[in-house]
T-cell receptor
Framework: AQSVTQLGSHVSVSEGALVLLRCNYS??????LFWYVQYPNQGLQLLLK??????LVKGINGFEAEFKKSETSFHLTKPSAHMSDAAEYFC??????????FGGGTRLMVKP | DSGVTQTPKHLITATGQRVTLRCSPR?????VYWYQQSLDQGLQFLIQ???????AKGNILERFSAQQFPDLHSELNLSSLELGDSALYFC???????????FGPGTRLTVT
């Protein structure tokens, strides 16, 4: 079954620093890959979606992710962290039938 | 605001009781999904409905059931509640079978 692994349950960066959140999918290429963000006490919000049309995907709030088949990765990046980026981030493959199997999540902390 | 609404926001009940969680999808979305989020299990897919029919089942307990009504709203019924059922329950909707999902704000269930 398709799954993803998110390396690092907690990531801490300084404000203005590069954000890198890692996601690796299992060997077969899923038709879709998603990144979602969950702010405290809120539901999940779609950040971006990979659909094989382009390997570099731009999302909301300055985030982007690059699909690398050779590395089975779909890491999420942002050039400069902002305090408002503090949240939990989830990677998920889109499967046939569309149920989402989420990674364990990465909590991003941003230090002033 | 994703356009997906869930009621109630909070629910506190006792063990052995039964509760119903309600979800209204975004206008025009035919698919509804239910997820459970807990500290020990993370985000888990429970069940999916598409245009009134059950389409996929995940880790849903036999004590739990769901349905989608002709107006496309959905209800998740949880019975014989146990302490371990305390969690956030999210509903999501999507326009088509395989597309991005939009999440509601969740219902926080506390079983005492």
């Amino acid at each position: 079954a398709q799954s993803v692994t998110q390396l690092g349950s907690h990531v801490s960066v300084s404000e203005g620093a590069l954000v890198l959140l890692r996601c690796n999918y299992s060997s077969s290429v899923p038709p879709y890959l998603f990144w979602y963000v969950q702010y405290p006490n809120q539901g999940l919000q779609l950040l971006l979606k990979y659909t094989s049309a382009a390997t570099l995907v731009k999302g909301i709030n300055g985030f982007e992710a690059e699909f690398k088949k050779s590395e089975t990765s779909f890491h999420l990046t942002k050039p400069s962290a902002h305090m408002s980026d503090a949240a939990e981030y989830f990677c998920a493959p889109g499967l046939a039938g569309n149920m989402l199997t989420f990674g364990g999540g990465t909590r991003l902390m941003v230090k002033p | 605001d994703s356009g997906v609404t869930q009621t109630p926001k909070h629910l506190i009940t006792a063990t052995g009781q039964r509760v119903t969680l309600r979800c209204s999808p975004r206008s025009g979305d035919l698919s509804v999904y239910w997820y459970q989020q807990s500290l020990d299990q993370g985000l888990q897919f429970l069940i999916q409905y598409y245009n009134g029919e059950e389409r996929a089942k995940g880790n849903i307990l036999e004590r739990f059931s769901a349905q989608q009504f002709p107006d496309l709203h959905s209800e998740l019924n949880l019975s014989s509640l146990e302490l371990g059922d305390s969690a956030l329950y999210f509903c999501a909707s999507s326009a088509r079978q395989v597309s991005e999902q939009y999440f509601g704000p969740g219902t926080r269930l506390t079983v005492t």
